[in-house]
């Protein structure tokens, strides 16, 4: 059976990313802003520029708040042809994210069904290990699956910073449109991986050094 691969981006040197302006409630308060990952054709808010790296083929962006106890990732993996309209396939790339989670202990309590600019997604919330949780978005974009995740206590995801964890993963935004529905044979993916029980302390960048950011003031009340 021919399997989806996990491609490396092609891209070697540090994403071309920007920060914007943002007038969300929060973001107004804080330090949050918008980052454009212009080349990815997407963008996010986070309190403060993340820091890119490769995880077994997926390129990752992340923020870590050793104090909050709390980790914002946002990231991709490129698929080997788009899963299209069938369902099977698209939810085969959701599995992967529970079945992640699954093998490092975590368990599944809530998930729904989401979309971004008419992609399909899913949101799923995991109980990890030590007092841990972790909330995920994932996206089926064309050949691309996106995923954020916020990763920190189950006190923090339920209580203290639950509004933060929601204006992250309501942020994202996609420069993609929604592609010609088209039949395909059945394909399998991989395993993804999974939430982390913690967040990491420390975060290793890629070798390519992250430029940066400057500010390109955006439209008033826009995103």
Do not use: H
Not at 41 to 60: A, D, N, T
């Amino acid at each position: 059976m021919r399997r989806f691969l996990l491609i490396a981006a092609l891209l070697v040197s540090a994403p071309a990313i920007a920060w914007v302006c943002d007038l969300s409630p929060v973001a107004a308060q804080s330090t949050w802003k918008r980052v454009l990952f212009q080349k990815e054709g997407f963008s996010v808010i986070v309190p403060e520029m993340p820091k890119s790296r490769k995880e077994k083929g997926l390129s990752l962006y992340e923020v870590v708040r050793d104090k909050e106890q709390m980790r914002y990732a946002v990231g991709y993996l490129d698929l080997a042809i788009a899963p299209g309209n069938d369902p099977k396939l698209i939810n085969e790339v959701y599995e992967g994210v529970r079945k992640g989670a699954e093998r490092d202990k975590g368990d599944l309590v809530a998930y729904r069904t989401i979309e971004r600019n008419g992609f399909p997604g899913r949101e799923m919330t995991f109980f990890l290990p030590d007092g841990f949780a972790a909330r995920w978005r994932v996206y089926v974009v064309n050949k691309r699956a996106y995923f954020l995740s916020a990763t920190t206590t189950r006190k923090n995801l339920q209580t203290d910073l639950a509004k933060s964890v929601a204006v992250f993963l309501d942020s994202f935004r996609l420069n993609a449109k929604r592609p010609t529905p088209q039949k395909l044979p059945r394909q399998s993916v991989p395993i993804l991986p999974s939430p982390s029980p913690t967040p990491s302390p420390t975060v290793t960048p890629s070798s390519s050094p992250t430029p940066s950011p400057t500010a390109t003031p955006s439209p008033q009340g826009g995103r």
